[in-house]
């Protein structure tokens, strides 16, 4: 497979779920369109929150909301990490990590004295434990890189679906076992051979027509 250029949390997924499926997506960029509910209304959260930290007036988007949107909107402003000070909103940062390149694009760091908490608002739900979560993994050590002074890094998934907080703290050994299952999956990635890989006999997905 051709060299990575940059890594995002996503492309990730995909390879953890079937590394033919991301060969189909990023290696040959066959990709079908996705007709999912959650997207747009994920979509239209992210704005008004990135809009709402940024002190803008966002009262006539307000009354733009549909009623899921409304829910979801009301949990998140009155969400107690939402309401910390915001240093940042919708920011994409890069970070060379070995060979390889990581990426993502946060959706708010806030801080409390020097504490900082990377959020990331779900509106899908997500799972207990996110400790390993690819996205966890990729975010930390971005924050890690670009952060000069803080005492504790956090990493808060904001889980509209359930209305919960999933929080993981980032401490040095983390950083290591991160660094080490990135590297480790980056370089599966580039070493991986579609012509030796073996479909399943039960699976499906968008590709199942094309791929042999
Ligand atoms: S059809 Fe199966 S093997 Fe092929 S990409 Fe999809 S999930 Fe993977």
Not at 5 to 25: A, E, G, H, R
């Amino acid at each position: 497979m051709n060299d990575l250029n940059i890594v995002y949390s996503n492309m990730l997924q995909i390879f953890s779920d079937c590394s033919m499926k991301f060969y189909w997506k990023y290696s040959k960029q066959i990709s079908y369109p996705v007709l999912d509910k959650n997207f747009v209304v994920g979509k239209n959260i992210h704005a008004l929150a990135s809009y709402y930290l940024k002190g803008e007036n966002i009262s006539k988007m307000e009354t733009a909301l549909t009623p899921r949107e409304q829910e979801f909107w009301e949990y998140l402003k009155t969400n107690k990490y939402f309401n910390l000070t915001p240093i940042g909103t919708e920011k994409n940062i890069l970070k060379r990590l070995g060979k390889y390149w990581l990426g993502g694009r946060l959706d708010a760091i806030v801080k409390s004295g020097e504490n900082v908490y990377i959020l990331d608002y779900k509106t899908g739900g997500v799972k207990p434990d996110m400790t390993y979560n690819w996205q966890t993994m990729i975010y930390c050590l971005l924050c890690e890189d670009l952060l000069k002074e803080y005492k504790a890094l956090s990493f808060v998934y904001i889980d509209l679906k359930n209305k919960q907080e999933v929080k993981i703290d980032f401490n040095a050994d983390l950083k290591q076992e991160y660094e080490k299952r990135l590297i480790k999956v980056c370089d599966e990635i580039n070493e991986f051979n579609p012509k030796k890989f073996q479909k399943p006999a039960s699976c499906n997905c968008e590709y199942d027509k094309i791929c042999e």
